[in-house]
């Protein structure tokens, strides 16, 4: 079982800072299974990047995706206020497909 | 639009079972999709369950609930289930299903539904 292990576990920023939030694998992801989430409260998860770097349509180019084997990272350029939110990586190597714990991104 | 409806949550007792559904509609192609369980126990992350492949012949589930779930689906339904046997307190979550697409890119959750709650009590 592949274990996703995201940091940090919260992340306190202020609106038009920079977000990077990190996805570690405990082994190594092909760059086309590896998905972020964001979930916002009382509301179903939505897609943000799937294959590492691949914006889902709708999603504003503020947010991008980057990453190989182990280590993954999604960066949010300038957070606007709709951005604090959880946000979830997954992988799709096989099964299980397991999600990370989540990273909380929270208005400082 | 794409709409997955998940029905069938409520208030169940420990040992006992429930059948959750997931109705999907919007799209013509129900049975050319994989589809997955995730759940989300109150306050905390997702955590994915089982998925069945497009045509029925391929599932798979965490280890916590095999022997105890059974996914399936009815393609002639556009209609997707999960039977949940010998409940626990530990399986009380939110219950999404979501539609899975792969292409030559990759592949990814690009629709959930709203989820249906599960709760195990005595």
């Known amino acids: 079982e592949i274990v996703l292990t995201q940091s940090p576990g919260t992340l306190s920023l202020s609106p038009g800072e920079r977000a990077t939030l990190s996805c570690r694998a405990s082994q190594s992801v092909s760059s086309r299974n590896l998905t972020w989430y964001q979930q916002k409260p009382g509301q179903s998860p939505s897609l943000l990047i799937y294959?590492?770097?691949s914006r889902a349509t709708g999603i504003p180019d503020r947010f991008s995706g980057s990453g190989s084997g182990t280590d993954f990272t999604l960066t949010i350029s300038r957070l606007e206020p709709e951005d604090f939110a959880v946000y979830y990586c997954?992988?799709?190597?096989?099964?299980?497909?397991?999600f990370g714990q989540g990273t909380k991104l929270e208005i400082k | 639009q794409v709409q997955l409806v998940e029905s069938g949550g409520g208030v169940v007792q420990p040992g006992r079972s429930v059948r959750l559904s997931c109705a999907a509609s919007g799209f013509t192609d129900f049975g050319k999709h994989g589809m997955h369980w995730v759940r989300q126990a109150p306050g905390k992350g997702l955590e994915w369950v089982t998925y069945i492949w497009f045509d029925g012949r391929d599932e798979d589930y965490i280890d916590s609930v095999k022997g105890r779930f059974t996914i399936s689906r009815d393609n002639s339904r556009n209609t997707l289930y999960l039977q949940m046997n010998s409940l626990r307190v530990e399986d009380t979550a939110i219950y999404y299903c979501?539609?899975?697409?792969?292409?030559?890119?990759?592949?990814?959750?690009?629709?959930w539904g709203q989820g249906t709650l599960v709760t195990v009590s005595s």
């Open positions: 294959a590492t770097s």
């Open positions: 997954q992988h799709f190597g096989n099964s299980p497909f397991t």
């Open positions: 979501a539609r899975y697409i792969e292409d030559n890119i990759g592949g990814r959750f690009d629709y």
